[in-house]
């Protein structure tokens, strides 16, 4: 079913700065959006922090062409890997998500390779997809997946884990596990129905129907559609909004809204009340403040 959805997607590969041998280089071309990458690397999961105007943005970048993206242990590996980079990283404000290969965001796990696993090793490699998924949803900083092309089972899962979903008018959206004789395991089961609702949720996984940008958009899968080729830029607009809002107090915000969805509202109230005790004894409160009253914009340094 997956292949069917892609099978009409290019073999060649667009990859902005990255060349045909996936060997990352840093040119003058790479430098769109401020991008700076000074290091040479062949990877199939690509960590980049932008520079000048766009300073305080991290990319993710997955770059495994020859499959579509699918999701492979070395892919995953790389990918948990850049999670844990950024979660202790304090210059790091939003984290963007997307593909360099044209067409395709991510295909979801990589079936080949799970074919030739033993029962307990698939297992072992789904926990691990959660996991990871667990990890980037949790991270401390807001996330945006730019989604271009296909993005499907594990692919859908991935972006479902971040906190805004920007698709593109080339998306294509939805978890057909069920026709495969087996369930959304990284997570789509729990946090699909929490976002559009339980009847639309299961009508997805039962049916496996793949959405377009136009209807992910309706029922609040995604919350911008964009031109091809724009996701990106979309996430770097709304990225660029956020950047200049104290970065504590959003870590506070993106803290109390997760806990507080899984439990009763007063205990919600109770999240709430300790996530704003600690804004409180911040210099950036201080900041905002005295910028106030100074008529002036606060410059936040995340203390």
């Known amino acids: 079913m997956i ?20 060997i990352l280089f840093s040119t003058s071309t790479s430098l769109k959006f401020g991008r700076k990458f000074t290091t040479e690397t062949q990877q199939e999961c690509i960590l980049e922090r932008l520079e000048g ?9 997955f770059n495994r062409g020859h499959v ?28 963007i998500v997307r593909s360099l290969v044209d067409g395709v965001f991510c295909s979801g796990a990589d079936l080949k390779e799970r074919a030739l696993m033993s029962q307990i090793e698939a297992s072992q490699f789904v926990h691990s997809l959660r996991s990871s998924f667990t990890e980037l949803e949790t991270l401390q900083m807001p996330t945006i997946a730019a989604i271009e092309g296909v993005a499907v089972g594990g692919g ?23 026709g495969l004789a087996i369930i959304p395991g990284a997570g789509g089961t729990q946090r699909l129905p929490r976002l559009i609702g339980i009847p639309r949720a299961k009508e997805l996984i039962f049916t496996g129907a793949i959405l377009d940008s136009k209807r992910a958009l309706e029922i609040g899968l995604v919350q911008y559609e964009t031109e091809k080729g724009e996701a990106f830029d979309k996430a770097i607009e709304i990225a660029k909004q956020i950047i200049p809002k104290g970065p504590i107090a959003i870590r506070m915000a993106k803290q109390a809204i997760d806990r507080g969805m899984n439990v009763d509202q007063a205990s919600g109230m109770i999240i709430e009340q300790a996530s704003y005790a600690q804004v409180i004894p911040t210099k950036d409160r201080i900041e905002g403040l005295t910028a106030f009253k100074e008529k002036r914009k606060p410059v936040y340094k995340g203390e």
């Open 68 to 95: 579509k993206n699918a999701l492979g242990k070395n892919l995953m590996n790389q990918f948990r890997s850049h999670l844990n980079e950024l979660r202790f990283c304090p210059d790091t404000r939003v984290v």
């Open 3 to 22: 292949k069917h959805l892609i099978k009409n997607v290019s073999n060649s590969v667009k990859y902005n700065n990255v060349t045909s041998n996936n």
């Open 53 to 61: 105007e766009n300073k305080g943005i991290s990319v993710i970048s």
């Open 156 to 178: 859908t899962e991935m972006v479902l884990a971040c906190d805004f979903r920007v698709a593109s008018k080339s998306s294509k959206m939805g978890l057909p596990e069920t």
